[in-house]
């Protein structure tokens, strides 16, 4: 599916169940240029993540339901380490390290098309 955010296209692999959620990225060996992995929940709550398994180094935005990005945390490869949200999320957006920052894309921007085919 696509989303966007600020104008700018991203090919995301929806993680919308317990099985694909648990294990997003883990053992990739790659994530190409602009994709990335969207994880989704029906609800919002405070949400955390780490990077057990996973050796990309990677950016996480935790998302509103509203689709405002609340924070965007670095992940580091094989950290144990929980990232936490700073407020409920329904949606988390994982993408290559540096991908946000290289687009300007920052806390309070709005992602687009993540709730279209619910």
């Keep these: 599916m696509e989303v966007s955010v600020n104008g700018t296209p991203l090919v995301v ?8 959620r648990i294990n997003g990225l883990m053992n990739a060996l790659t994530l190409d240029d602009d994709t990335g992995m969207l994880f989704r929940w ?21 998302i509103s339901d509203d689709g405002r990005i609340i924070n965007i945390e670095p ?38 098309g993540i709730f279209n085919d619910m």
């Design 75 to 112: 992940l580091e490869p094989y950290s144990l380490k929980s990232v936490m949200s700073s407020e409920p999320a329904s949606c988390a957006l994982e993408v290559n390290r540096g991908w946000f920052e290289k687009n300007g894309i920052q806390a309070g921007d709005v992602v687009h």
């Design 13 to 20: 692999k929806l993680a919308d169940d317990d099985a694909t």
């Design 42 to 62: 029906s609800s919002s709550e405070p949400r955390s993540f780490w990077m057990k398994d996973t050796s990309i180094p990677l950016d996480i935005a935790y």
